[in-house]
Structures are given as structure tokens and as C-alpha cells.
């Protein structure tokens, strides 16, 4: 190693010695830059020897030696395949790769050597933490800083997000419960209305097989204050009877609106009802379409013997039994057994609702009674108050009067009893007059005639209801139920099945009016209402000022813009007069009107009120009037008028 060599001052430090007004700090900074380059000079002296011209001599060499060879083999092997070119050239790229490494490696020890020679008191950098590692303080409580803010703000992000997904939830909540309690209200409507088409089949004689199944849960539950008497002079069988009069068609219908009535039903009586009524068809059903096995064919009449007669709660037992001796694991004949619990629970079915037939008879004739007291009531009110009337006249003439015997009510005038007159009853008859005809009727003795009518009053007085009267039809020149009639009907479930408009609304609203207390043609015909499926138009109408109040958005109230009247008369007497109608204007009303429709016998008339405006009689603007196959159908719309805006 060389020793230190003597170098010539810099410019700097000329300036400063020939400065003759130098001060002290200015010859400290000079000798400290001194001392620096004695030591930059002395590192780089050693380099000079570590990295003399024999090493990189060497260098050269290995370099020259390498290329010298890579010729060497190009020129010895020309036709060299790719592979071996590939792995030459591969090699060459690590052999450089590895030079490549090694010259950093000595420079990062260069490097530390440099620096290990200064110390913490003695650099040139004036850094008293020199020998410490360096940490970045301010960047790492900068980047904390950032950390702990991004950390608050995901903690925010995620609370606001749970409170996000909380109030979806409780929406969703609320908008299921509200769902639901639609779908009750929904489906209690439309239990509702099943039941009143039931009700209206029956009044009007067209009541199908379920329209009966549901006339016995009328009589289950009786709402109090109900004065329906529909279906009293029906007389009810146990449900499970009516399948006897149904053909396969029927069955299979009965099958469905079984299944309708059981998804709307809440009621734990009438889903009981109804289960055990699907358990029967479907059981009729299967007999039908030969779905029933070989072994249960077998065991049919070894059931009807077994189980007839017996109580719901033995055959509960019964089933229990068979349970227990199929999943007992004992050799069994299996299709025999599951054949025979099969039956037993059809006939499950039928006992519970022969029990429920029972309370439906008892809670019918209750409700007979009651409308028969009442009926009586009411006669005998009508009965004292006419006895009450004659006698405050006879006491106004001051003619006397006698008591009623047994009564305590009002006396009856004496001169208002009629004496007995042999007039009274009928005349005598000589047998010899009676004609071939008469003389064939049997002649019942007075005694048996008595005898009978006691029988027949104590067979009414046993009975556990008493059936309504029938009325006498009269069959002269009645209307009979032709093609027309069916025509009509079918019409009327047409256009009761056709979908409604989005601006269209039901309209069924009838209005009372004074009906003739008689007809003429009443002692021929049974006056009847006819039947009407009608319909209301309703929209916005966009005059001036609903334009200025009023958008898309935030539309105006709907109002009236037309009606559909379809009135059906099938059973006309006088086919060759339609039925008419007319506007009734009232005194006093000037926003509605009335409709009166008119037909003649057998229907009376009907009237529907309607908005008071102008009708748009043009075929192009929807105006219908015609009476085609029994239907009358009047359609039309009001003319759409433009008035000024209200200023309010």
C-alpha cells in the first residue's frame, strides 16, 4: 500500500489563504474539507491497488478466452443442431448474468467499506446518528395517521352498510307482512264470494255438487242475525252421498273446486270438512279410473262388513292396530293389511262427517224453528192488531163486543161473529148424478179421513225439520227452457269470465224502484228479476286545468267516461218486442240519472244510476244497443267536453 501523497491546495483553499481577512470558522471548514479528500484519496489509492492493471488484466483475458471458444466451436461445428445452440446460448446468458451479479456484490462491499471508516462524531455529513438505522419517524407516523383514518372509515362504511342491510331487512319484513296480510284479506274475499255464487246457483236452481257441500257449512257455525234461509227446504244428505249421483266428469270437477274451497279456507271445522270430503273423491276417483289393487278389490267387502257401523274413535283404534302390526316386523301379508288401512281411512273420513251431518240437522232445525216462531209471532201481532182495530170501532158505534176466549187480548164484537149457515159448506151430492169419472173416486169415510190427518200431523210434529211449501206451478204456457236459454246462460258466463279492462271497474249496483204491487200475467208466470253483468269505464281527462294542476306523475281523480250494460231476458214471453230502456231524470239531482230497463213478462224492471252527461252515439266511438240470443247489451260513451279551468 502506498503512503499518503502530498497534494497541492484547491482553488478554494487558495482563495481562502490568500484572504488575509479569513476568520476562524472559514480555516476549520478548509482543514475538515482537507481531511475529507486526504480520505476519498486514500480509498481510492487502495482501490487502485486492489483492481490493478494485472486483475484487470485478467478480466480481459477470461473475456477474450470465452469468445475465443464460442468461435472456435461455431467454426469447428458448423452444422451444430438447435439444440446445442440453445444450450450455448443459454450458458453465455448465465455466465454474464453471474458477472453481472458479482460486479454488484463488490461495489455494495465498496460501499460499506467506504462507510465503515467513518464514525458518528468523526464524518463528513454531520449525522451523530450515523452508526444507528436509519427510521423514517415522520413517514411511519404519517402512514399510521392513514392507517388508524382508513380503519375508522371502513369501520364507518361497514356500520353504515349493517345499518343498510338492517333497514332491507325490516322493509322486507314489513313488505312480507303486509303480503301476507293481503293475501288473508284476498283470500277471505274470494272465500266470500265462492260462497255467494253458491248461495245465488241455489236460489236460482242451478247449483252444482260443491254449491250443496258448502250449504252444509252454513249450518255449521250460524252467524248471529242471519236471515239468509237459502237452502232450508233442501233436504241434506251426509256429504259423502252426493259422489252416488255424480258421473266420472262431475267427480273430477267436484275434485277441483274441492281443492279450491281447501286453499282459502282458515277455519279448522271447514279444512277438517274439506280434507275429509278430498279423502272421499279422491278415493271415488281412483275406483273410476281402476287405479284401485288386486288386494284392495279383495278386502272391499270384508271392510264394509268390518267397519260399518262403527264410531270414529273405533276406528281410530282400528288404524292404530294395523299400524302396529305393519311396522311390528311379524310375517304379515303386507298388501293385504295396507289394502284394508287404505279403507279404514275413507271411512275415517266418512264418520267424522256423518258427525258433522248431525250438527248441521240440529242447528238447521233450530234455525227452522226460530223462523217458524217468528213467523207466528208475526202473524199473531198482525191478527191482534186487526182484532184491535175492529173493536175500537165497534166501541166508537157503541155496539157491544165479546171476549175471545182463552185469550186476554182485545174482545171481539159479538155482532162480527157470523152465525153457521148450511150455505157455508158445501151442497150435498146425489150419487146418482155423479158422472163415470166421479164415480171412480174412492170415497174416504170421515173417521179415516181424521185418522190420517193425525198421522200426518204427528209424522210433522217427529220430523226433525219441517220442509218449506212448495208453490204450485203452473204449467200453462209457462216458458220452457229452450236452445235460447242456454244461449243466454252461456252468454252470461262469457262475459262474467272475460278479464277486465286496466280502466275498467265492475258495476252491479241495482237501484230499488216502485214495482206494480200485481201483474196481470202473475197467475201464469213467477215475476222474476233478470240477471246483468255490467261494467263502468273510468279515466283521466286532461282539460286546461287538470293540464295545470295535474301530471303523469301526480294524475288528476278518475271520472266516468262510459258504461257496458248486459242485461240477459232468455225466457221472454213475447220474443218479437225487445226489451226497452229510458233515462228517469229526479228533481232536484242534476248530476245523476236513473236507467230504466223494461222487458215484460216473466221479468220486471230494473234500474241502475248513472253520471248525467251527454252520450256519443257514434258506432266509431263505442255506442252499442242491440238484443241478440237473449242478451240486451247497451254500450256507450260520454262525449269529452273541454271546460274552462275553476279558479279556486
Request: proline share 5%; aromatic share 8%; charged share 40%.
Amino acid at each position: 500500500m502506498a503512503g499518503y501523497a502530498s497534494r497541492s491546495p484547491t482553488r478554494r483553499e487558495k482563495s481562502f489563504e490568500a484572504s488575509p481577512s479569513g476568520s476562524y470558522r472559514d480555516e476549520q471548514r478548509v482543514s475538515a474539507r482537507r481531511r475529507s479528500d486526504d480520505r476519498k484519496e486514500r480509498r481510492r489509492s487502495r482501490s487502485r491497488e486492489r483492481d490493478g492493471p494485472s486483475s484487470r488484466r485478467r478480466v480481459y483475458d477470461d473475456v477474450r478466452d470465452r469468445d475465443d471458444d464460442y468461435v472456435r466451436k461455431r467454426s469447428r461445428s458448423p452444422g451444430k443442431d438447435r439444440d446445442e445452440r440453445k444450450r450455448d446460448k443459454s450458458e453465455e446468458r448465465r455466465v454474464k448474468k453471474a458477472e453481472k451479479k458479482r460486479i454488484m456484490e463488490e461495489e455494495e462491499a465498496r460501499q460499506v467499506a467506504e462507510l465503515s471508516i467513518y464514525s458518528a462524531t468523526d464524518n463528513p455529513f454531520h449525522d451523530v446518528n450515523l452508526g444507528q438505522q436509519f427510521r423514517w419517524h415522520k413517514k411511519n407516523e404519517k402512514e399510521k395517521k392513514l392507517a388508524r383514518r382508513r380503519d375508522a372509515i371502513r369501520r364507518q362504511e361497514a356500520e353504515e352498510e349493517l345499518e343498510r342491510e338492517k333497514r332491507k331487512q325490516r322493509l322486507r319484513e314489513e313488505e312480507e307482512a303486509r303480503m301476507q296480510r293481503l293475501t288473508g284479506i284476498y283470500g277471505q274475499f274470494q272465500l266470500e264470494q265462492e260462497r255467494d255464487r253458491a248461495a245465488i246457483r241455489i236460489r236460482e236452481k242451478r247449483a252444482k255438487a260443491i254449491d250443496f257441500l258448502a250449504l252444509n257449512l252454513r249450518y255449521v257455525h250460524p252467524i248471529e242475525g242471519e236471515e239468509d234461509d237459502t237452502g232450508l227446504e233442501i233436504d241434506l244428505d251426509e256429504p259423502y252421498n252426493i259422489l252416488d249421483n255424480l258421473n266420472p266428469a262431475q267427480v273430477e270437477e267436484l275434485h277441483d273446486d274441492i281443492e279450491r274451497y281447501l286453499s282459502l279456507e282458515e277455519s279448522e271445522v271447514n279444512i277438517d270438512f274439506w280434507t275429509n270430503m278430498m279423502v272421499v273423491c279422491k278415493d271415488r276417483l281412483d275406483r273410476i279410473k281402476g287405479i284401485t289393487t288386486a288386494a284392495a278389490a279383495t278386502v272391499e267387502s270384508d271392510v264394509t262388513a268390518l267397519l260399518a257401523g262403527k264410531s270414529y274413535e273405533h276406528l281410530a283404534t282400528l288404524q292404530k292396530q294395523i299400524q302396529a302390526k305393519l311396522s311390528g316386523g311379524e310375517p304379515v301379508d303386507t298388501d293385504y293389511w295396507e289394502a284394508l288401512l287404505k279403507k279404514l281411512i275413507v271411512w275415517k273420513a266418512k264418520a267424522k262427517l256423518k258427525g258433522l251431518h248431525e250438527v248441521v240437522v240440529r242447528n238447521r232445525l233450530e234455525q227452522l224453528r226460530k223462523r217458524q216462531r217468528d213467523e207466528a209471532l208475526q202473524a199473531q201481532e198482525e191478527l191482534l192488531a186487526g182484532v184491535a182495530r175492529s173493536a175500537a170501532q165497534h166501541v166508537k158505534s157503541g155496539r157491544p163486543v165479546a171476549a175471545v176466549a182463552g185469550t186476554g187480548e182485545p174482545d171481539v164484537p159479538l155482532e162480527s161473529v157470523e152465525p153457521y149457515d148450511r150455505s157455508m159448506s158445501p151442497p150435498l151430492v146425489d150419487a146418482q148424478k155423479l158422472s163415470v169419472e166421479e164415480r171412480a173416486f174412492e170415497i174416504v169415510p170421515q173417521k179415516d179421513q181424521l185418522r190420517s190427518l193425525l198421522e200426518q200431523r204427528r209424522a210433522v210434529a217427529a220430523s226433525r225439520y219441517v220442509p218449506k211449501a212448495v208453490q204450485p206451478v203452473v204449467t200453462t204456457d209457462a216458458p220452457e227452457v229452450t236452445a235460447s236459454t242456454d244461449v243466454a246462460d252461456a252468454l252470461y258466463k262469457a262475459e262474467a269470465e272475460r278479464e277486465l279492462d286496466e280502466e275498467e271497474e265492475l258495476f252491479n249496483m241495482e237501484e230499488n224502484i216502485a214495482q206494480p204491487a200485481s201483474y196481470s200475467w202473475e197467475d201464469k208466470w213467477r215475476p222474476r228479476k233478470p240477471r246483468y253483468f255490467n261494467r263502468v269505464h273510468t279515466g283521466y281527462e286532461w282539460n286546461k286545468y287538470n293540464q295545470t294542476h295535474y301530471d303523469l306523475d301526480n294524475p288528476p281523480p278518475k271520472v266516468v267516461q262510459g258504461y257496458k250494460f248486459n242485461i240477459f231476458y232468455p225466457d221472454l214471453i213475447d220474443k218479437s218486442k225487445a226489451p226497452t230502456y229510458k233515462i228517469v231524470k229526479e228533481p232536484g239531482n242534476e248530476d245523476t240519472v236513473l236507467l230504466h230497463f223494461s222487458a215484460g213478462p216473466p221479468y220486471e224492471d230494473i234500474a241502475f244510476r248513472i253520471v248525467n252527461r251527454e252520450w256519443e252515439f257514434s258506432h266509431k266511438r263505442g255506442f252499442r244497443s242491440s238484443f241478440d240470443r237473449g242478451c240486451l247489451s247497451l254500450w256507450f260513451n260520454f262525449r269529452r267536453n273541454v271546460w274552462s279551468s275553476p279558479i279556486s
